[in-house]
């Protein structure tokens, strides 16, 4: 039962993060199980806030919860998916009560840039806390899986690792911080190299590479050996090291999809030249080093000292639109909470 009083509103932020090693895969869909460990980096600035409120009167004209999205209705793919982890709120809290939510990304919606991460912890954190639930860290992020599997990762701040786990029902696939943000100040900038949603969505490249890519088993197998080399830079700080392991992750996940049938290419013409860009600097002593997450847009992970001679370079890359400079963000948090007046 709910340990507050209910109806409340409450107000959640958490950041994107960028996935150094990749989750690329699951082992259970319905679950969302990743079929892989992963480590991340949370950033600061760049995520989603998120508003939550349970009440009589937070459905929508059909009584359903209301999904707000940006300023607009969600559409009705998203607005499902956030009712599906609002009904798992609602079975723990065993309440019934319709929701409210309205919810604004400070990054491009389903581009390639990580929102749902952010959107879904987020929600997970505002939808417990309205619904009257205290949950750990840990219960927090094995719920916000449920929606995003990378959303696990954006309970925590700074680099964060997620675990495969190895039990059916998921509770041992879950995230720990390994860092703080504060521990290692980095800079990972963006280049965007095009705009609107991706072509085809994660979880259906996921399946599609899953079942049909010849080199979907090696790609699983070398995940271990770039979660272990990338826990030794992160001990050490070793940008070089965290930074070579971050592209090899990158395009062994790439080079897998591609190999799906038909094949899964997220790549543009922008996307080839900013990666050239970025071993041009290396070649000419600036130490950063890219990372592709699934879309079109590159990201560099660099020393705050090289971070404008980087940005500087991708803003010349033919089809980089817009560049994001972000560092080491925090876990996610309540920033607002509101126990409302009841007659």
Known sequence: ??????????????????????????????????????LSLTLADLGTETRVRFADDAGDASGRDSVMLNGAPADEKVAARVRRLLDLVRARANITLPAEIVSTNSIPTAAGLASSASGFAALTVAACRAAGLTLSPAALSELARRGSGSAARSIFGGFVEMARGERTDGSDAIAHGLLDAG?????????????????????EAMDRTARTSPYFAA??????????????????RDL????????????????????????????????????????????SGVDAYFTIDAGPHVKVLCAPAAAATVETALRAVPGVMQTLVAAPGPGATITEEITEETS
């Open 219 to 236: 790609w699983k197998d070398a995940v271990g050996l770039d979660l272990h080399a990338a826990r030794a830079a992160l001990a050490t």
């Open 240 to 283: 070089a090291a965290l930074g070579q392991v971050a592209e090899r992750s990158a395009l062994r996940m790439h080079a897998c999809a591609m190999a799906a049938e038909p094949p899964v290419i997220y790549w543009n013409a922008a996307t080839l030249a900013a990666m050239r860009a970025v071993t041009n600097l290396r070649a």
């Open 183 to 203: 521990a290692w100040d980095l800079r990972l900038i963006a280049a965007i190299t095009a705009v609107g949603a991706k072509a085809i969505g994660s979880t």
């Open 1 to 38: 039962m709910p340990d507050v009083p209910l109806p409340r509103s409450v107000t959640a932020r958490a950041g994107t993060n960028i996935a150094l090693v990749k989750y690329w895969g699951k082992r259970d869909a319905a679950l969302n199980l990743p079929a892989t460990g992963s």
